[in-house]
Nanobody, 127 residues
Framework: QVQLVESGGGLVQAGCPLRLSCAVS????????MGWFRQGPGKEREFVAA????????LYTNSVKGRFIISRDNAKNTVFLQMNNLKPEDTGVYYC????????????????????WGQGTQVTVSS
């Protein structure tokens, strides 16, 4: 059974950093691209960042480029999202997800390409 458990969310002021973690079990973590998505109040779930299974390739949505960094520790089966200079518009529930296909060449940002999801962690940025 695949499990993804996010942690690290909370309430922060604008401009402050926050680091999210996602612990993964039940699959060969090192073989899967991993992604972070978020869903703001009244909005649809959207792509935030993704990292390739070999760790060298990353992809970010334009609004977080230069502020967020996705990384992974294959020895600990964990993916991270370092969020710097947070803005109120970053508020939402953040989900980590594992690619539906092992060893996919290239990194996807498409929600249908991710088959396993965590329960989400709330991030609230106050102005």
């Amino acid at each position: 059974q695949v499990q993804l458990v996010e942690s690290g969310g909370g309430l922060v002021q604008a401009g402050c950093p926050l680091r999210l973690s996602c612990a993964v079990s039940g699959l060969v973590f090192s073989s899967y691209n991993m992604g972070w998505f978020r869903q703001g109040p009244g909005k649809e779930r959207e792509f935030v960042a993704a990292i390739s299974w070999i760790g060298g390739g990353t992809l970010y949505t334009n609004s977080v480029k230069g502020r967020f960094i996705i990384s992974r520790d294959n020895a600990k089966n964990t993916v991270f999202l370092q969020m710097n200079n947070l803005k109120p518009e970053d508020t939402g529930v953040y989900y980590c997800a594992a690619d539906i296909r092992p060893r996919r060449p290239g990194v996807s940002q498409r929600i249908p390409d991710f088959g396993s999801w965590g329960q989400g962690t709330q991030v609230t940025v106050s102005s």
